[in-house]
Nanobody
Framework: QVQLVESGGGLVQAGGSLRLSCAASGFIFSIKTMNWYRQAPGKQRELVAGITSGGSTNYADSVKGRFTISRDNGKKTVYLQMNSLKPEDTAVYYC????????WGQGTQVTVSS
């Protein structure tokens, strides 16, 4: 079955960095677009970044130039490098893939203090 397991969240001061990882299993990872979403308290879940099977990337305007999505097909893992973090980046971050339907990981909390 499809499984997505996020890790790497935590508490960081504004201006700091974190790298999130999402380990995938249960599907052919290399052919799938992988996405990172986030959801802040009281807000809707939003797309942060995505990466296609060919390595093309897209980012939300709010994170362009600060976040970088990447993938390692051999490790079946997608990463989100987050630099210059701001308090408004505080959210639960989720990994997502569409395999017939949408699958989500359990999420990892990122908290940025001012």
């Amino acid at each position: 079955q499809v499984q997505l397991v996020e890790s790497g969240g935590g508490l960081v001061q504004a201006g700091g960095s974190l790298r999130l990882s999402c380990a995938a299993s249960g599907f052919i990872f290399s052919i799938k677009t992988m996405n990172w979403y986030r959801q802040a308290p009281g807000k809707q879940r939003e797309l942060v970044a995505g990466i296609t099977s060919g390595g093309s990337t897209n980012y939300a305007d709010s994170v362009k130039g600060r976040f970088t999505i990447s993938r390692d097909n051999g490790k079946k893992t997608v990463y989100l490098q987050m630099n210059s973090l701001k308090p408004e980046d505080t959210a639960v971050y989720y990994c997502q893939v569409a395999v017939g339907r949408d699958y989500w990981g359990q999420g990892t909390q990122v908290t940025v203090s001012s």
